[in-house]
């Protein structure tokens, strides 16, 4: 389709029903939705801007993020609702920001670039973030760091993993939950917040990307493409898919990837969550 001819469906899938509902469509790129711990909004990315959703009347209202506004798609809300974290480019290369949920201008987080923001821990106290270091010609490693929402010295958790990506911590706060290709394709792991008791959470011949534990349950949400993806592109045939004590169940096929599931995306009952889909131009 080309990212100048897409059109972007934000849905709702419900677990009790196995049920999705489509509640806005945009010919914009829209991407990443979060949800509000409230409960009654959500945010999401325009095509470099953040935009609530008010579920009520579901419109994109701008979210005002100062001199943040070439942000991309990894976002989140604090477990307080007081505070989004954006990734945007500072200096051409990505940074973390806090910026109130009310709108206004962002403080710096992160020193180091670049940084991808992916999850808070629920105390609301640390951040979960993907970081690539080491080499100054963008070569260097994917991996996932922790942080102090405060700012301060970052903890390096993986190494030699391959390309890490989507770090999301679970209800108790205890594990990580992540994704890395060192066994080849993209596999769901976890690991302690100390980055030991590494597990691999996932061994098939999908490629999966983007884990995210549901806040009232063992249950993990993830995104699975098609064997031999490389990377997480957009516009493909994927599916969502619910890891429970061990087993997994697919609950919807549709066409997305990128966008559709970056970033922490359930309700805060659990009960819900929303994803991005895609399709062309109307």
């Keep these: 389709m080309g990212r100048g001819r897409v059109r972007s469906f934000l849905e709702i899938y419900d677990l009790a029903t196995r049920s999705r509902e489509i509640i806005l469509s945009s010919e914009r790129l829209i991407e990443a939705p979060n949800w509000h711990p409230d409960g009654k909004t959500l945010l999401v990315n325009g095509e470099g801007r953040l935009y609530r959703v008010p579920l009520s009347a579901p419109a994109l209202v701008p979210l005002d993020t100062g001199d943040c506004v070439a942000c991309n798609n990894d976002h989140g809300i604090s477990p307080d609702g007081a505070r989004v974290m954006v990734s945007s480019k500072l200096g051409g290369s990505s940074t973390v920001f806090s910026v109130p949920w009310a709108g206004g201008q962002p403080v710096q987080i992160t020193a180091k670039n670049p940084s991808y923001w992916h999850g808070w821990a629920p105390d609301g106290r640390r951040f979960a973030f ?23 010295a970052e903890l390096r958790l993986t190494e030699e993993m391959g390309h890490c990506d989507g770090p999301d911590y679970t209800r108790d706060g205890r594990w990580i939950w992540f994704n890395s290709d060192v066994s080849g394709a993209a596999q769901i792991w976890r690991m302690r917040l100390d980055g030991s008791d590494k597990q691999m959470m996932t061994n098939d011949n999908s490629v999966n990307w983007f884990p995210h534990p549901s806040p009232v349950s063992d249950s993990m949400l993830y995104l699975a ?30 066409n997305g990837g990128q966008g559709s599931i970056n970033v922490p995306c359930w309700a805060p009952d659990g009960r819900r969550f929303a994803f991005m889909s895609y399709g062309a131009p109307g």
């Design 225 to 254: 493409y098609p064997e031999g993806t490389l990377q997480h592109p957009r516009d493909r045939d994927v599916s969502l898919r619910l890891l429970r004590d061990g087993a997994m169940e697919e609950l919807c096929r549709f």
């Design 130 to 152: 993907v970081g690539q270091r080491g080499a100054s010609d963008g070569s260097g490693a994917f991996d996932i760091y922790t942080m102090p929402v405060a700012g301060g």
